[in-house]
Structure formats: C-alpha cells, structure tokens
C-alpha cells in the first residue's frame, strides 16, 4: 500500500524547494499571471535567504524534528530525494534565476497559485514521478507542450520546460479541466496582468516581498463597506493596495500606497487627504511611554463633516446620526490633531463577565466646548461632578471617566486616573519621549503599537490558564518590540521594530519560528 503525505506537508515541502532555490532577477514569465488576477505577491528569495541564513537554518539539528514533520507519510524513496534537494538545491530542477510569484485566480472560489521558474525540466519530472511514486501525484500528462498532474485533492501542478505552477484550492480542478491555466502559459502579454500600467510599474519598484491587491477583488461584505466611504465619482475598481517589505538589521520596513488606473478616480482620491493637514504631535506627552496603542491625525472637521454629508453609500440610518445637529457640531469642532489611546489594562475595574477593561485616552484641538457641553447635558443625570475649571469627573463604580477642556481648546475624556493627574504638565515619562514618536511628526495619520507591552500585558492571561502557560516562552521570546506607521495622502510607511538590533529581522523570525515549533511538538 502506498505511502500518503499529507496535504499540508506537501504543500510545505514545494513552498520550501521554491523558497530555498528561487532568486530575484527579472524575467519575463510574469507574463503567466493573468489580467484578472485579484493579488500578486513577489517574493525576492535569493535576498531572504541571504538575510536569514536560511540554507543553514534548514539543516540546523534544531529544526530537524520540523522537517521530519512535514515528511511524515512518504516513503523512502521521497524522503531520500527531499535530503539530496537539501544538500544540493540543483537537484529540484528550479532555477536560480527568479522570483517566487504568488498570485489569486478566481471569483467564487479563489485558487491560490505558486509560479516558479525551471532550469531543468527532466529534473523537476523526476520529482513529480517520486509523489507519484507515493501515490500522492497522478500519472503526468501532457497537451500543447504543457504538462500537467493532480497532487491530492486540492493542488495541481503544470509545468514546461520553462515554468512550473502550483494551483491550491477548491476550484483549481475546474480551472485545469477548462484549460483556462495551460492557456496562461501562452497567453500574450496584453493579455496578461503586464498590460495593467498599474501593476508593470509596482514590478519596477520591488523588494524583498512585495504584494499588489485589486480593491475590487474586496469580499462582497468588506467591498460593499469599504464603498460605503468612498465619495461619488471614485471607482473602486480602478484602486489597488501596493506594498513593499525590506527586511533590514532590527526592523522590517514596509512602503504603502493606494493607486488608481482611473485619472479622475485617482484625483478624487487624493482630495480626501485634504480634510487635515500635518500633526504637531502636542498630545504625545499626555499618554505614557508605554502605552499600548495610538493612533492620531490632524483634521478640518468643517471639511470632515462636508464629506461624509456628501457620501452617496450610507444607509438612512448613518445618514440621520450623521445628520443629527449634535453630531454636526461635534464634527465641526475638531480642528488640528486628533489622538486616540489605549494606555493598558489597569485591573481596576471589569466590564462585561469580568473582563478587564482597558484605560483609554482621546484628545482634541477644538474651537469650541460643543463636546463638553453635550457630555455633561447627557450624563449629568449620573452625577457628573466639576473637580476644577473645565475638568468633571463622572464616577462609575470601580471606574472613574474624567473630561473637560485644557487651555480652553485641548478636549480630553479618558478613565485613566493617571493621564488625568498629569493633563496640565504631561507624563513624566511620555509618549514624546519614545523613538516612535518621530511617526507623529508632521503627517497627516499616524499608528504606534507597543508590541512587547501588549504581550506582557497578555501574560497573566497565559499564566491563569493552565492549558496556556506551555506558549508563555513563545510570548517570552517574541521578537516583536514595536510598529510604527504613518502616512500623507496616498502614500504610507510602515516599521515593525524587533528586540534585537544588530540582526537582520528575516533571520530573527526564522528563529522565533524555531521557537514556535519547539513549543508544538
């Protein structure tokens, strides 16, 4: 009886041939890709594996229980071949020479597709005949120069003497019996994505992982939401999410930006940046250095509220609260930065079925005290207390929510008691003084996400659940400090920040993803 590898493993074992053996120089089978693909991700496999050491992490003792993993099922003879493709990559057929390309073919049912460039057919051959062999291929066949099997239930391979594709998925038969994936192989250029200006300009400006997504291409739920906040005359179509990953010595740094095909779409895009302008960042001061989370920006609230007045896509009842003359004032009011905090968990106080809840901070530059105004009329009732000029307090139990206005034009409502205490002056040890607070500085948005305080903030989670507590090493020893992100108009940048500067980021994961496998077996 024939031996049987899982899916899973397979899978793992043609991503790790295409991982390991995969470079980064252009070629021109990216012509493969067709021009309704909904993303693309590239993938410069020739620079990862140099930064992460990654031929020598392979064969490390300490993840060869992994890989014995993987090839649980198959027979000798695979796994003969699978320790010959570690000791010497050429064995594998693939080329040196390209990128590893992953792509999104589909509408109902996506199939995720693998596109690799071949050096050695007759090579790659042999390794198809040895899944057979396993029983886990069908025999190979062949039409028009294209080669083809099935790999269990859900992978199919085709291949020429050039190129080899992997389709996953639910519908990845449909599309081979239909011909519709050998027809890629021969499909011209203007056929192809390649035609998509958009998308020859995103391959121009590639790094170590690289994706390009078709907003279009959205889930019909987060589609229909994401058109929702779109201004008439902007075509969803049109836009695409691009992004470009550099993993670099103690951070991974990432290049964002939205992009249209459409001129006026594009225009129209970029106006809606306009309803701020650039942050000075005077609210970091009043959230603590290690604070878990911000987020801020610097809005015109009259041009805020104009546009989302004008939103074609809100239902009735969005349009009445915005509508509403409490809401329209409150809106109009904001007028410079804008900060939202969450500071932590205090432990102080629980919400709903013991859950903690966490302290929260949020700040405003305003022309008016509108929004204090309208906090006291609605919850006066609960017996909000003034406990100076312009601060209240409203008691809640174990919980406390103060608010009021600072220098008669700073609006501020949070439950921390600490933020409070410190409102006139700042902490003593603030955001402002923090690497990351240069993310607030003269954008339009900006995010912090203190990583490492959030895990320790997790800790006594992990530490109350028995079933919990083998992960508390793997949280121990993430990598992850903090992210960084901000961004004007159209164009963002994102830094995730890792404990140990003097490595590279992509090698300090490959360790962490040692831990982790360490931990489940």
Same mark, same amino acid.
């Given at each position: 009886?024939?031996?049987?590898?899982?899916?899973?493993?397979?899978?793992?074992?043609?991503?790790?041939?295409?991982?390991?053996?995969?470079?980064?120089?252009?070629?021109?089978?990216?012509?493969?890709?067709?021009?309704?693909?909904?993303?693309?991700?590239?993938?410069?496999?020739?620079?990862?594996?140099?930064?992460?050491?990654?031929?020598?992490?392979?064969?490390?003792?300490?993840?060869?229980?992994?890989?014995?993993?993987?090839?649980?099922?198959?027979?000798?003879?695979?796994?003969?071949?699978?320790?010959?493709?570690?000791?010497?990559?050429?064995?594998?057929?693939?080329?040196?020479?390209?990128?590893?390309?992953?792509?999104?073919?589909?509408?109902?049912?996506?199939?995720?597709?693998?596109?690799?460039?071949?050096?050695?057919?007759?090579?790659?051959?042999?390794?198809?005949?040895?899944?057979?062999?396993?029983?886990?291929?069908?025999?190979?066949?062949?039409?028009?120069?294209?080669?083809?099997?099935?790999?269990?239930?859900?992978?199919?391979?085709?291949?020429?003497?050039?190129?080899?594709?992997?389709?996953?998925?639910?519908?990845?038969?449909?599309?081979?019996?239909?011909?519709?994936?050998?027809?890629?192989?021969?499909?011209?250029?203007?056929?192809?994505?390649?035609?998509?200006?958009?998308?020859?300009?995103?391959?121009?400006?590639?790094?170590?992982?690289?994706?390009?997504?078709?907003?279009?291409?959205?889930?019909?739920?987060?589609?229909?939401?994401?058109?929702?906040?779109?201004?008439?005359?902007?075509?969803?179509?049109?836009?695409?999410?691009?992004?470009?990953?550099?993993?670099?010595?103690?951070?991974?740094?990432?290049?964002?930006?939205?992009?249209?095909?459409?001129?006026?779409?594009?225009?129209? @895009?970029?106006?809606?940046?306009?309803?701020? +302008?650039?942050? !000075? $960042?005077?609210?970091?001061?009043? =959230? /603590?250095?290690? #604070?878990?989370?911000?987020?801020?920006?610097?809005?015109?609230?009259?041009?805020?509220?104009?546009?989302?007045?004008?939103?074609?896509?809100?239902?009735?009842?969005?349009?009445?609260?915005?509508?509403?003359?409490?809401?329209?004032?409150?809106?109009?009011?904001?007028?410079?930065?804008? @900060?939202?905090?969450?500071?932590?968990?205090? +432990?102080?106080? !629980? $919400?709903?079925?013991?859950?903690? =809840? /966490?302290?929260? #901070?949020?700040?405003?530059?305003?022309?008016?005290?509108?929004?204090?105004?309208?906090?006291?009329?609605?919850?006066?009732?609960?017996?909000?207390?003034?406990?100076?000029?312009?601060?209240?307090?409203?008691?809640?139990?174990?919980?406390?929510?103060?608010?009021?206005?600072?220098?008669?034009?700073?609006?501020?409502?949070?439950?921390?008691?600490?933020?409070?205490?410190?409102?006139?002056?700042?902490? /003593?040890?603030?955001?402002?003084?923090?690497?990351?607070?240069?993310?607030?500085?003269?954008?339009?948005?900006?995010?912090?996400?203190?990583?490492?305080?959030?895990?320790?903030?997790?800790?006594?989670?992990?530490?109350?659940?028995?079933?919990?507590?083998?992960?508390?090493?793997?949280?121990?020893?993430?990598?992850?400090?903090?992210?960084?992100?901000?961004?004007?108009?159209?164009?963002?940048?994102?830094?995730?920040?890792?404990?140990?500067?003097?490595?590279?980021?992509?090698?300090?994961?490959?360790?962490?993803?040692?831990?982790?496998?360490?931990?489940?077996?």
């Amino acid at each position: 009886m024939k031996n049987r590898i899982s899916f899973t493993g397979l899978c793992a074992l043609l991503c790790t041939f295409l991982f390991l053996f995969s470079c980064s120089e252009k070629s021109e089978y990216m012509q493969t890709i067709p021009s309704d693909a909904a993303f693309v991700m590239t993938f410069d496999m020739k620079s990862l594996s140099e930064k992460g050491d990654v031929a020598d992490w392979i064969k490390s003792e300490k993840n060869a229980s992994l890989f014995n993993a993987f090839s649980s099922g198959m027979g000798e003879g695979t796994v003969k071949l699978w320790k010959k493709i570690q000791e010497d990559p050429e064995i594998s057929g693939l080329s040196f020479t390209d990128n590893w390309v992953c792509f999104a073919a589909g509408e109902t049912n996506p199939v995720l597709c693998i596109l690799a460039k071949i050096s050695d057919v007759d090579k790659w051959r042999e390794v198809m005949k040895a899944m057979e062999a396993e029983g886990v291929a069908t025999p190979i066949s062949k039409e028009d120069n294209v080669e083809s099997s099935l790999i269990g239930q859900r992978a199919k391979c085709l291949f020429d003497k050039n190129r080899v594709l992997l389709l996953i998925g639910q519908d990845a038969t449909g599309i081979l019996e239909s011909k519709t994936a050998a027809g890629w192989f021969t499909q011209k250029r203007e056929n192809s994505l390649l035609s998509n200006g958009e998308f020859s300009a995103f391959l121009k400006e590639r790094k170590d992982v690289n994706y390009w997504y078709r907003m279009g291409a959205l889930p019909v739920f987060f589609r229909s939401v994401y058109s929702a906040y779109l201004p008439d005359g902007i075509l969803l179509g049109s836009l695409y999410s691009i992004g470009y990953c550099d993993f670099q010595k103690g951070k991974i740094k990432i290049t964002s930006g939205l992009r249209s095909d459409d001129k006026d779409s594009m225009k129209k @895009l970029e106006e809606i940046f306009k309803m701020g +302008g650039k942050q !000075s $960042g005077k609210f970091l001061k009043q =959230i /603590p250095a290690n #604070a878990l989370y911000a987020v801020g920006m610097n809005l015109d609230g009259q041009k805020l509220y104009k546009f989302l007045s004008a939103l074609p896509e809100l239902t009735q009842t969005q349009m009445n609260a915005i509508q509403s003359e409490d809401t329209k004032k409150i809106i109009s009011s904001i007028d410079g930065d804008l @900060l939202l905090s969450v500071i932590g968990l205090s +432990g102080n106080a !629980s $919400g709903f079925m013991g859950t903690a =809840i /966490p302290d929260v #901070a949020v700040f405003a530059q305003v022309n008016d005290d509108y929004a204090v105004e309208l906090i006291k009329r609605n919850l006066g009732i609960l017996g909000v207390k003034e406990i100076g000029k312009n601060r209240y307090k409203l008691s809640m139990g174990e919980a406390s929510l103060y608010f009021g206005l600072e220098n008669k034009k700073n609006f501020f409502i949070t439950n921390s008691t600490q933020v409070f205490e410190n409102i006139s002056n700042g902490m /003593p040890e603030s955001l402002a003084n923090t690497p990351y607070a240069s993310a607030f500085d003269k954008q339009f948005y900006s995010l912090v996400i203190n990583m490492k305080e959030g895990i320790a903030n997790l800790m006594p989670m992990v530490m109350g659940s028995y079933s919990s507590r083998q992960y508390v090493s793997l949280f121990e020893q993430c990598p992850f400090t903090y992210l960084s992100g901000s961004g004007n108009g159209t164009n963002g940048n994102i830094e995730i920040f890792l404990s140990d500067d003097s490595k590279n980021a992509f090698a300090a994961i490959l360790d962490w993803i040692t831990v982790v496998a360490s931990q489940e077996r």
